[in-house]
């Protein structure tokens, strides 16, 4: 039975502090993972955290957002919003994943892309808009999960998947409702009513064929919520490692044709 809560009480659930967000994964689920880093063009990000490891013995390349914790450590990671750096290192490391038929993982949360003037004289959108034309046509199993908040084209940059997964309290969608709100009535109060508006729950996207799956939450501690979402990640892994490339591309373009249908 899915837990009653409004729209906005989802988005405020989604950015609350103190919930997991990618490295958590990481440490929970991947063996011997070993963290890669740079892009080979301007520098390192660190809102994004991408390396190997494996997955019950299976060798997968995982990318994921990620916050930080502690102040220090949320300052160093731009409070999880990444630069064109980051973009640019998660698809360096996906082409290495396709060369070897790795499958691909991405934890996805944070508010939107870094909106400073030195990414966009770096090409944020350009590293953005690379991102979804390269994944689309990658030869090799992507699977998303948005486990926090999944802001606008700065989310979208991990999303372009076979099976995408959003646990319950994350929230996907192309603007915040503050956003939203600010522009359709000039006024941030009413984030609540753009957040109904938006339908950017897990519940919402899954009606409308944006995710495939979705992850329960309620009277979950973290550690069950990540089994459970490891036990969903492996029997993914498992249906799209059997498809030929050609049929996984098929696969893939059915699936964002099929989106709001």
């Known amino acids: ?45 660190a809102a994004i955290v991408a390396g190997i490891g494996t997955l019950n013995r299976i060798p997968v390349t995982v990318i994921a957002m990620e916050r930080g914790d502690t102040i220090e450590e949320r300052m160093k990671r731009n409070f999880g919003c990444p630069e064109p750096e980051g973009y640019r290192k998660a698809l360096r490391l996906m082409k290495e994943a396709e060369k070897f038929r790795r499958p691909i993982i991405c934890f996805i949360g944070s508010s939107g892309a870094y909106c400073g003037i030195e990414a966009e004289e770096r090409g944020q959108g350009l590293a953005i808009a690379e991102n979804l034309y390269e994944m689309m046509g990658m030869k090799t199993p992507i699977i998303s999960v ?20 959003m646990l319950e309290n994350a929230v996907y969608s192309v603007i915040s409702p503050e956003g939203c709100a600010s522009i359709l009535w000039k006024d941030s109060a009413k984030a609540p009513e753009a957040a109904e508006h938006l339908r950017l729950t897990s519940y919402d996207l899954l009606q409308f064929d944006v995710i495939e799956k979705l992850i329960p939450e309620s009277g979950k501690t973290d550690r069950e919520i990540c089994s459970e979402l490891k036990t969903v990640l492996l029997e993914e892994i498992q249906k799209l490692s059997a498809l030929s490339p050609e049929a996984l591309l098929e696969h893939r373009y059915a699936k964002f044709r099929k989106i709001g249908a």
């Open 1 to 45: 039975m899915a837990e009653t809560k409004t729209a906005y009480e989802r988005v405020q659930a989604a950015r609350n502090g103190k919930r997991p967000m990618g490295s958590y994964y990481i440490e929970h689920m991947i063996d011997d993972f070993v963290e890669l880093h740079g892009d080979r063009r301007f520098g390192d990000d």
């Open 146 to 165: 948005v486990v926090g908040e999944g802001g606008s084209g700065g989310a979208l940059a991990l999303g372009v998947c076979d099976t995408a997964i």
